[in-house]
């Protein structure tokens, strides 16, 4: 299974940028900030089984999933209304595995909303360890934060994914036996999955592709692609 895996910063913009078609080469994409529950008709057409989440507010937050294999279930959200109304995750059940496509909040500006963002990752961490009971889980997405300084070109630990409690509690998840693909494959190479619009210079690596390490076996390829059109690159997940 080939999987892409991007924060479009809005659906319709990237449409409107020829950006979107890249997306048809994959088996399933996982898209997050899509800003719109009206999908542009060039990715209606590509033939995905399409399950979405937007958010209650409209131009805010949404993730988007497209499958080529018709799931066996759909979840949308983790069962907590303040995160759901923001429509933040939306998980498929496959033969073999769950996949979860997931936008985390940004911690805010001077970190005023990082209580909530700490309350979102309690509430999904507890909604993944319950999937895994069942089968193995890929979760993929936006994170918002970095666990190792080489993740970001600048450091300032009162910057927004940069903060130690967002990078605890990302380290902490790993640790309960889930793999970051990327260092997985690239255990050394610095590459940056946001840029800054406004200060190219600043760069972090926020978006991840985590297997549980029963599926380890199973990972071919995972990279961060050098495809325009967003302040994200998306990142790719080969399984077998």
């Given at each position: 299974?080939?999987?892409?895996?991007?924060?479009?910063?809005?659906?319709?913009?990237?449409?409107?940028?020829?950006?979107?078609?890249?997306?048809?080469?994959?088996?399933?994409?996982?898209?997050?900030?899509?800003?719109?529950?009206?999908?542009?008709?060039?990715?209606?057409?590509?033939?995905?089984?399409?399950?979405?989440?937007?958010?209650?507010?409209k131009g805010?937050?949404?993730?988007?999933?497209?499958?080529?294999?018709?799931?066996?279930?759909?979840?949308?959200?983790?069962?907590?209304?303040?995160?759901?109304?923001?429509?933040?995750?939306?998980?498929?059940?496959?033969?073999?595995?769950?996949?979860?496509?997931?936008?985390?909040?940004?911690?805010?500006?001077?970190?005023?909303?990082?209580?909530f963002k700490?309350?979102?990752?309690?509430?999904?961490?507890?909604?993944?360890?319950?999937?895994?009971?069942?089968?193995?889980?890929?979760?993929?997405?936006?994170?918002?934060?970095?666990?190792a300084r080489?993740?970001?070109?600048?450091?300032?630990?009162?910057?927004?994914?940069?903060?130690?409690?967002?990078?605890?509690?990302?380290?902490?998840?790993?640790?309960?036996?889930?793999?970051?693909?990327?260092?997985?494959?690239?255990?050394?190479?610095?590459?940056?999955?946001?840029?800054?619009?406004?200060?190219?210079?600043?760069?972090?690596?926020?978006?991840?592709?985590?297997?549980?390490?029963?599926?380890?076996?199973?990972?071919?390829?995972?990279?961060?692609?050098?495809?325009?059109?967003?302040?994200?690159?998306?990142?790719?997940?080969?399984?077998?």
């Amino acid at each position: 299974m080939k999987l892409i895996s991007w924060n479009v910063n809005g659906v319709r913009s990237l449409s409107r940028k020829g950006a979107l078609r890249v997306i048809n080469d994959f088996d399933v994409a996982l898209l997050q900030e899509i800003k719109s529950s009206d999908l542009p008709l060039d990715l209606l057409s590509m033939g995905f089984e399409i399950y979405g989440f937007p958010a209650v507010r409209k131009g805010y937050s949404g993730v988007l999933t497209l499958s080529r294999v018709k799931p066996i279930n759909v979840i949308k959200g983790i069962g907590v209304r303040d995160f759901d109304d923001e429509g933040r995750v939306i998980s498929i059940e496959l033969s073999d595995f769950y996949l979860i496509n997931a936008y985390f909040p940004r911690a805010g500006d001077n970190l005023n909303r990082l209580p909530f963002k700490l309350a979102f990752n309690r509430s999904i961490e507890s909604f993944v360890l319950n999937l895994r009971q069942r089968k193995p889980v890929i979760i993929c997405g936006d994170f918002n934060a970095v666990y190792a300084r080489q993740d970001s070109s600048f450091w300032n630990e009162n910057q927004p994914g940069l903060s130690p409690p967002e990078r605890q509690w990302l380290s902490e998840f790993i640790r309960k036996g889930f793999i970051d693909t990327f260092r997985l494959i690239h255990p050394n190479e610095v590459k940056y999955s946001w840029r800054s619009y406004r200060n190219k210079s600043m760069a972090m690596r926020i978006d991840y592709c985590f297997v549980s390490s029963e599926l380890i076996e199973r990972v071919i390829d995972a990279d961060i692609l050098n495809i325009e059109g967003s302040d994200h690159y998306p990142i790719l997940l080969v399984v077998k």
